[in-house]
């Protein structure tokens, strides 16, 4: 049997719900934090994943790239090193000498490549932060941004407190 409070209670929880809002100034905190995180809390998913998804590749490209860039140059500047002490010395053979040779403009050539991608990646990287703070400032549908769905859609996805406790409250409507 339903008591009038528990009645009461049911008809109160209608004045808990709480529609998500994003200022402009939020989003653009979010997107300073890390790309697409603004866009994604201000409703524009696919702008939001598209950028948080460039940035994350761009920036493990660079990591890679630097980490076997640094790798690579140790090893070729000891083998510089040896491949120059053979020539002070004037032991060794001729052919063995090329051989080196070759190979050290082969490994150069490589971590010129190497240098390359990791500039382009890290180039990459600053020009999608940048133009996600520029979207954040610019493109960003209006002062407030909902993180509900338009009146539109079928389905809508809420917070709110029931019995002091916060939910979520997914709602359809026909």
């Known amino acids: ?25 939020d989003a653009l905190i979010l997107s300073i934090v890390y790309p697409g995180l603004g866009q994604m809390t ?17 920036l493990i490209y660079a990591v ?7 790798t690579k140059i140790g090893v070729y500047e000891k083998d510089i090193q040896t491949f120059n002490s053979i020539g002070s010395k004037g032991s060794g053979e001729y052919s063995e000498a090329v051989k080196q040779f070759n190979d050290l403009k082969d490994r150069s ?5 190497l240098n390359m991608i990791r500039n382009a990646a890290m180039i990459t ?5 940048a133009y ?19 009146s539109s859609d079928k389905v809508k996805v809420q917070s709110a407190i029931i019995d002091r406790t916060p939910a979520i409250l997914i709602s359809k409507s026909f």
Not at 125 to 129: E, L, T
Request: proline share 1%; glycine share 6%.
């Open 1 to 25: 049997m339903l008591t009038m409070t528990g009645m009461c209670s049911a008809q109160d929880e209608e004045s808990f719900i709480r529609q998500s809002v994003i200022s402009r100034k």
């Open 42 to 58: 201000g409703g524009q998913k696919i702008k939001g994943v598209t950028f948080f998804l460039a940035e994350t590749v761009s």
């Open 64 to 70: 890679n790239a630097h980490e076997n860039y640094k």
């Open 109 to 113: 050539d490589e971590l010129d490549d």
């Open 125 to 129: 990287a600053g020009i999608v932060y």
């Open 132 to 150: 996600n703070i520029f979207d954040a400032l610019v493109f960003s549908p209006s002062n407030k941004m909902t993180t509900e769905n338009s």
